[in-house]
């Protein structure tokens, strides 16, 4: 069963990026974990990150047409994108929302996102462990559905 894992902005510098927030592990580490992961669980793992908004919402409009479920996290987009959040509203699998740090810890403008509301659950505060906990809820989740 397919599962994209999509990453919005700045998250291809995970490794460098504040590590003190988000961690030492790489973005290429993240990638080669997912897919791991998604081998073990028996999910065919496809993750990908871009900065421009658009590509993001082309890679939720395939999503959905092929009915996939998605791990996203959406990473800045979370605050104030309604097109992501409409472009997740279409879809038809499963959505888990990721973020690495604690946004409800952080600065209040990191407080809500809009996608959340459109997500099937939202995990966040775990560090990169929150990509494989998503993978792992899906395998589960979709081992079950028709
Ligand atoms: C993030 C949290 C966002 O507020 C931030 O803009 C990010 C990453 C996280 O994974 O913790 O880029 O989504």
Known sequence: MRVYV???PN??????RQVDVYGVTSYADL???CVDTGRELGLDVVVRQTDAEHELLGWLHE?????AAVVLNPAAWSHYSIAVR???AM???PLVEVHIS????????RHHSVVSAVATGVIC??????YRLALLHLAGRLATSD
Do not use: P
């Open 6 to 8: 999509l990453n919005g």
């Open 11 to 16: 998250l291809g510098r995970l490794g460098t």
């Open 31 to 33: 990638v080669t974990m």
């Open 63 to 67: 999503a959905a047409d092929e009915g």
């Open 86 to 88: 409409d472009a997740c």
């Open 91 to 93: 879809l038809r699998g």
């Open 102 to 109: 604690n946004i409800h810890a952080r600065e209040e403008f």
């Open 125 to 130: 505060g775990l560090g990169v462990d929150g």
